[in-house]
């Protein structure tokens, strides 16, 4: 049963009341406030820097029409992403993920777009279960690599595990294994780093012991240094396109020193890069952005402070794998895209107007992320036809049934955010 219409209007009612509570003059006011005066540099309650711009601080527009017929300073571009069906549980007691990782090149490259790394990572408070991990098994006539790996037993959280693991071992080892055909530019879709793993260190102190203590994370993450490593040695840049940040670092310490209402960075920026008329409205015939940033910020700053010891040897200062980035505004669709990239590739300020101008440009021209992300998402992407064929094939093997509950009966199968 729906609402009724009293009930709705009842509803707006209350909407109205709250808005009359909330100026958003001020808070246009403030937000402009807390960019000019905070950001140069951004201090933590420590007197640490935990963000700073490179090169002058400020923000800066270009003509959306302009700005895509501008010829690319980096002529082809390879995308990657990763997918999964998502954790799912079985009655035999087996938590399961599966992901697969895709590139994607501009221009196309069909042998190159048929490769896939996939991952089965199998958790189990089973100990008598005795099946092992494997070594890479090549299938498909040598264009996938597929292998399983056993997640380390916790109590808790064992969804959450599962799928970090296929995901990010998936995406990293594909990068690694391809990263020799990419010419001029790899652009992840999301960020440089495993985020998703790393906020485990301010999540639980469980997975932070596994993130710190077990050597299944520790090599994901590995990874992850090591693509670095070899994207500097052959001068290519190595970026990643945030199309969703839930980043909430620069917030928090905005919050600390000004007092700003937003719940996210995203939120702030977006209000920082807005352009409206006299009247209010929105002006949608360019595109915002900011100057770039090195930062250190909550996630951004845990594999520079020590935390993880990765048990290798890095090739590079510890400033080269920094956090770097800058942010669009595209009031076309009023979306936020974060742009990132180590520091090793952006403490050259040529590189860096770049790398501006050719993420500036691709997002003038396809809405959204770069062509080749959007080709790797497409390819990576297990859609829910899919995944519930694959669900349905693991039961067979399994002789198992997936457990279910109501809501899985009310709504289906909870999809599940990637990065």
């Given at each position: 049963?729906?609402?009724?219409?009293?009930?709705?209007?009842?509803?707006?009612?209350?909407?109205?009341?709250?808005?009359?509570?909330?100026?958003?003059?001020?808070?246009?006011?403030?937000?402009?406030?807390?960019?000019?005066?905070?950001?140069?540099?951004?201090?933590?309650?420590?007197?640490?820097?935990?963000?700073?711009?490179?090169?002058?601080?400020?923000?800066h527009?270009?003509?959306?029409?302009?700005?895509?017929?501008?010829?690319?300073?980096?002529?082809?571009?390879?995308?990657?992403?990763?997918?999964?069906?998502?954790?799912?549980?079985?009655?035999?007691?087996?938590?399961?993920?599966?992901?697969?990782?895709?590139?994607?090149?501009?221009?196309?490259?069909?042998?190159l777009?048929?490769?896939?790394?996939?991952?089965?990572?199998?958790?189990?408070?089973?100990?008598?279960?005795?099946?092992?991990?494997?070594?890479?098994?090549?299938?498909?006539?040598?264009?996938?690599?597929?292998?399983?790996?056993?997640?380390?037993?916790?109590?808790?959280?064992?969804?959450?595990?599962?799928?970090?693991?296929?995901?990010?071992?998936?995406?990293?080892?594909?990068?690694?294994?391809?990263?020799?055909?990419?010419?001029?530019?790899?652009?992840?879709?999301?960020?440089?780093?495993?985020?998703?793993?790393?906020?485990?260190?301010?999540?639980?102190?469980?997975?932070?012991?596994?993130?710190?203590e077990?050597?299944?994370?520790?090599?994901?993450?590995?990874?992850?240094?090591?693509?670095?490593?070899?994207?500097?040695?052959?001068?290519?840049?190595?970026?990643?396109?945030?199309?969703?940040?839930?980043?909430?670092?620069?917030?928090?310490?905005?919050?600390?020193?000004?007092?700003?209402?937003?719940?996210?960075?995203?939120?702030?920026?977006?209000?920082?890069?807005?352009?409206?008329?006299?009247?209010?409205?929105?002006?949608?015939?360019?595109?915002?952005?900011?100057?770039?940033?090195?930062?250190?910020?909550g996630?951004?700053g845990?594999?520079?402070?020590?935390?993880?010891?990765?048990?290798?040897e890095?090739?590079?200062?510890?400033?080269?794998?920094?956090v770097?980035?800058f942010?669009?505004?595209?009031?076309?669709?009023?979306?936020?895209?974060?742009?990132?990239?180590?520091?090793?590739?952006?403490?050259?300020?040529?590189?860096?107007?770049?790398?501006?101008?050719?993420?500036?440009?691709?997002?003038?021209?396809?809405?959204?992320?770069p062509?080749?992300?959007?080709?790797?998402?497409?390819?990576?992407?297990?859609?829910?036809?899919?995944?519930?064929?694959?669900?349905?094939r693991?039961?067979?093997?399994?002789?198992?049934?997936?457990?279910?509950?109501?809501?899985?009966?009310?709504?289906g199968?909870?999809?599940?955010?990637?990065?």
């Open positions: 049963m729906t609402l009724d219409p009293v009930h709705v209007d009842g509803i707006a009612d209350l909407a109205t009341e709250v808005r009359a509570a909330v100026d958003e003059t001020d808070q246009t006011a403030l937000a402009e406030r807390a960019f000019a005066e905070f950001l140069d540099p951004l201090y933590d309650s420590s007197g640490n820097v935990v963000l700073e711009p490179l090169g002058e601080h400020g923000k527009k270009v003509s959306t029409a302009d700005i895509a017929l501008t010829d690319a300073p980096f002529p082809t571009h390879h995308g990657l992403d990763a997918g999964t069906i998502n954790p799912t549980t079985f009655k035999n007691g087996l938590v399961v993920d599966v992901s697969q990782a895709a590139m994607a090149g501009v221009p196309s490259d069909i042998d777009h048929r490769g896939r790394t996939i991952v089965m990572t199998v958790h189990t408070n089973d100990t008598a279960a005795n099946f092992e991990e494997t070594d890479w098994r090549m299938d498909d006539e040598g264009y996938a690599r597929r292998r399983i790996l056993r997640a380390p037993r916790v109590d808790r959280h064992e969804q959450v595990v599962v799928h970090a693991l296929a995901l990010y071992l998936a995406e990293s080892d594909h990068a690694l294994e391809q990263h020799e055909v990419v010419g001029d530019l790899l652009v992840l879709d999301g960020p440089i780093y495993p985020t998703g793993l790393l906020k485990w260190v301010e999540r639980d102190p469980e997975l932070e012991r596994l993130i710190i077990r050597e299944e994370f520790t090599d994901v993450i590995g990874n992850y240094i090591e693509l670095v490593e070899r994207f500097v040695d052959r001068g290519v840049p190595l970026t990643g396109f945030v199309k969703n940040s839930a980043s909430k670092a620069i917030t928090r310490e905005l919050r600390r020193v000004s007092g700003v209402p937003w719940v996210d960075d995203s939120d702030f920026f977006r209000r920082v890069l807005e352009r409206h008329d006299g009247e209010s409205e929105l002006q949608t015939d360019t595109l915002t952005f900011t100057g770039w940033y090195r930062s250190r910020a996630t951004d845990v594999l520079a402070d020590g935390t993880i010891d990765l048990d290798r890095r090739n590079l200062d510890d400033e080269a794998y920094e770097t980035f942010v669009i505004y595209d009031p076309r669709d009023d979306l936020l895209y974060r742009v990132e990239a180590p520091y090793a590739f952006t403490r050259d300020e040529q590189r860096r107007e770049a790398l501006t101008t050719q993420f500036l440009g691709a997002v003038a021209r396809e809405r959204g992320p062509l080749a992300v959007g080709k790797a998402d497409e390819l990576a992407r297990i859609d829910r036809p899919g995944k519930e064929t694959i669900r349905r693991i039961e067979h093997a399994f002789e198992s049934d997936q457990q279910t509950d109501y809501n899985d009966k009310r709504w199968p909870a999809e599940w955010v990637d990065h």
